[in-house]
């Protein structure tokens, strides 16, 4: 089974540097997923430096990982993962879940104004994928019942458009 860990754009390199360390890939495994993908974009793995290049492919802890900085596009890796950790950036957020992936997230909590958390806690709230930190990611996972999470309500562009022609009074 594959897990896909996406930060985005941005820089997260506490949630790449969790994904790669022993206790997430050993419960990972004992979970059934053996293999991994990262997308780190500009974040920096401390702990090797032979991640650190535009690609690699190693196995670690039972665990196959390829990591990557950038691609175009990510909706392949989003629609084969049995399993998305990310970021809490809302087009990821919304992109995983139109897909109906089980999706965990991990809000950076080094962004101003903590919009991410906001964010999550919400969804969280709704029951549509599961919010953790840093520090509890592996026990978030070995807890985690994809089964419990609610669908995402179908893409509606009507609402939309009905609350700008309220807005502008044309209904």
């Known amino acids: ?14 949630l790449v540097e969790a994904s790669i360390s022993e ?8 979970s059934g997923y053996d293999r991994l993908i990262i997308q780190r974009g500009n974040s920096v ?10 690609s690699c492919t190693i196995q670690r802890h039972g665990v196959d990982i390829e990591i990557w900085r ?11 993962a049995d399993l998305v950790i990310s970021h809490a950036g809302s ?5 995983v879940l139109r897909l109906g992936k089980p999706l965990i997230v991990v809000p950076n909590p ?3 104004d903590n919009h991410q958390e906001e ?3 919400a969804l969280q709230i709704l029951g549509h994928l599961k919010a953790t930190s840093i520090q ?5 996972i070995a807890l985690f019942e994809p089964r419990d999470l609610v669908p995402f309500p179908p893409f509606d562009g009507t609402k939309f458009s009905k609350l700008v022609d309220e807005e502008m009074g044309f209904i």
């Open 91 to 95: 087009g990821t957020i919304l992109d």
């Open 119 to 121: 964010l999550a806690s």
């Open 23 to 30: 206790p997430v890939l050993s419960t990972l495994r004992d």
């Open 70 to 80: 950038f691609k175009p596009f990510i909706q392949a890796e989003c629609e084969q």
């Open 110 to 112: 080094t962004l101003l």
């Open 1 to 14: 089974m594959l897990v896909f860990v996406t930060v985005g754009s941005t820089r997260f390199d506490a």
């Open 136 to 140: 509890d990611l592996a026990s978030t």
């Open 45 to 54: 793995i401390e702990s090797s430096e032979e991640f650190n290049g535009e």
